[in-house]
């Protein structure tokens, strides 16, 4: 059975930093191509960043710059490096994997306060 369990979210100020980690299980992590989502309140969902198996990044352009994404395939995780936060990336953050369907986390709350 696949999981994904987020955490490293909070209360952060502008300008502050947060790393958010997301732990997979089920799954053989290292062939896997892993994202992080976020949803903002009365927003719809959207892509933040990627990592291919082989490490290739992929990022939303308004957060290129701030956050790097980044993988550890010895711990099963996948990492989300949030720097220069803005009040506007106050969202849940979900994990995310694709294995037949798709699987998300239970999201991680980050509120970034002016």
């Known amino acids: 059975q696949v999981q994904l369990v987020e955490s490293g979210g909070g209360l952060v100020q502008a300008g502050g930093s947060l790393r958010l980690s997301c732990l997979a299980s089920?799954?053989?992590?290292?062939?896997?191509?892993m994202r992080w989502y976020r949803q903002a309140p009365g927003k719809q969902r959207e892509l933040v960043a990627s990592?291919?198996?082989?490490?290739?990044?992929n990022y939303q352009d308004s957060v290129k710059g701030r956050f790097t994404i980044s993988r550890d395939n010895a711990k099963n995780t996948v990492y989300l490096q949030m720097n220069s936060l803005k009040p506007e990336d106050t969202a849940v953050y979900y994990c995310?994997?694709?294995?037949?369907?798709?699987?998300w986390g239970q999201g991680t709350q980050v509120t970034v306060s002016s």
């Open positions: 089920g799954i053989t992590f290292s062939t896997y191509a």
């Open positions: 995310y994997v694709l294995r037949f369907v798709p699987y």
């Open positions: 990592i291919t198996s082989g490490g290739t990044t």
